[in-house]
């Protein structure tokens, strides 16, 4: 069904999209500088993944994929673009950074993938949630409030939270959660962190306020389950709050294949010197490189998992997209 869409949606929008808006002047293929496009896509096509539209075959000559010819990413809608559009992002080497492994001990690549950003991007990143193969224990637990505070309009704002979690698209957007710990003698559903208990502290972000890099390395964090006009997702309730940029899923991912995409867009960030949106389509780009080689080493399994064959395929890499700020570079 997925290979369907990627196929339908070249000829459908992104073909004739991508044609309008390529330099004319360059015979470059793909472009030097490539198209910049922010989809703002209506009713039910806002939940196709258009960066995975593909023109050909697979594997076959002159086979491409739109995120491969511009860098694009989404807003909800037009008011909803502008605010994020105009905000100022916090370097990633600039204040602190959370990494928030599942606290649920449920996803056993949460915390591969916490530790190797830890190690070769933010080796002074706080960790939050459970981490059990190691000594060292966590600086915080990963609730609700512990997240909170380090969001927009938080005590202890960060300028990267990168949370490896479980997350649940809910058949009431404003019930759409991440699920995170519950406090000391709570049950469960005191760990959710929904979409309504984000959009609650967006009152308190100064409009002028630089926004954060958030990460939703989760399933369906970019998903709207109804509503699709103006889709309320736990990826744009993040920035109506204040982030600047954010990272998001459309379905439901593997960890492995998502822990070294992770890992990748994060070196590209902070190594390459990437904004968001470029530092995604380069972790996608490499995803689909058949001679694909590792930018940066990384330790077992990672380099494991990373030398699979079936990276290219549009369920591991296409779910991932890119909402907020659409600039090419920081803005200090």
Same mark, same amino acid.
């Given at each position: 069904m997925l290979r369907e869409l990627c196929d339908w949606a070249w000829p459908a929008v992104m073909g004739p999209v991508l044609a309008a808006v390529r330099p004319r002047s360059s015979g470059e293929v793909p472009p030097a500088r490539p198209p910049r496009i922010v989809l703002v896509p209506c009713g039910r096509i806002g939940v196709v993944p258009w960066h995975a539209a593909r023109t050909g075959r697979a594997g076959e000559p002159g086979h491409r994929y739109a995120c491969q010819e511009a860098v694009i990413s989404y807003a909800p809608s037009g008011t909803q673009f502008l605010a994020p559009a105009g905000r100022r992002?916090?370097?990633?080497?600039?204040?602190?950074? +959370?990494?928030?492994?599942?606290p649920e001990l449920t996803l056993p690549w949460a915390e591969?993938?916490?530790?190797? *950003?830890? @190690?070769?991007?933010?080796?002074?990143?706080?960790?939050?949630?459970?981490?059990?193969?190691?000594?060292? %224990? @966590?600086?915080?637990?990963?609730?609700?409030?512990?997240?909170? @505070? +380090? *969001?927009?309009?938080?005590?202890?704002?960060?300028?990267?939270?990168?949370?490896?979690?479980?997350?649940?698209?809910?058949?009431?957007?404003?019930?759409?959660?991440?699920?995170?710990?519950?406090?000391?003698?709570a049950?469960? %559903? @005191?760990?959710?962190?929904? +979409?309504?208990?984000?959009?609650?502290?967006?009152?308190? +972000?100064?409009?002028d306020a630089a926004g954060p890099l958030v990460v939703l390395s989760a399933c369906e964090t970019d998903l709207s389950t109804r509503h699709h006009d103006e889709a309320l997702t736990l990826a744009t309730a993040l920035t109506t709050r204040g982030a600047a940029d954010v990272v998001g899923s459309r379905w439901a991912v593997r960890d492995a294949a998502t822990a070294v995409m992770m890992a990748v867009f994060h070196h590209h960030l902070t190594a390459g010197g990437l904004a968001p949106p470029d530092a995604l389509r380069a972790a996608q780009s490499w995803m689909l490189d058949p001679h694909r080689r590792l930018p940066f080493p990384l330790d077992e399994p990672l380099r494991h998992e990373? !030398?699979?064959?079936?990276?290219?395929?549009?369920?591991?890499?296409?779910?991932?997209?890119?909402?907020?700020?659409?600039?090419? !570079?920081?803005?200090?």
């Open positions: 992002r916090m370097s990633p080497a600039d204040g602190r950074q +959370v990494l928030v492994a599942d591969v993938e916490a530790e190797a *950003l830890r @190690a070769s991007c933010y080796p002074g990143a706080l960790r939050y949630g459970e981490f059990v193969g190691t000594d060292e %224990e @966590a600086d915080a637990a990963g609730t609700p409030a512990d997240l909170l @505070a +380090v *969001l927009p309009g938080g005590a202890s704002p960060a300028s990267v939270v990168h949370l490896a979690c479980h997350a649940r698209a809910a058949s009431r957007p404003t019930d759409s959660a991440l699920r995170l710990a519950g406090p000391p003698g049950d469960r %559903e @005191a760990g959710r962190l929904t +979409v309504a208990g984000l959009m609650d502290g967006a009152v308190d +972000v100064p409009p990373a !030398a699979r064959s079936d990276l290219h395929q549009p369920h591991h890499w296409a779910a991932f997209t890119h909402q907020g700020n659409p600039a090419p !570079a920081w803005r200090r």
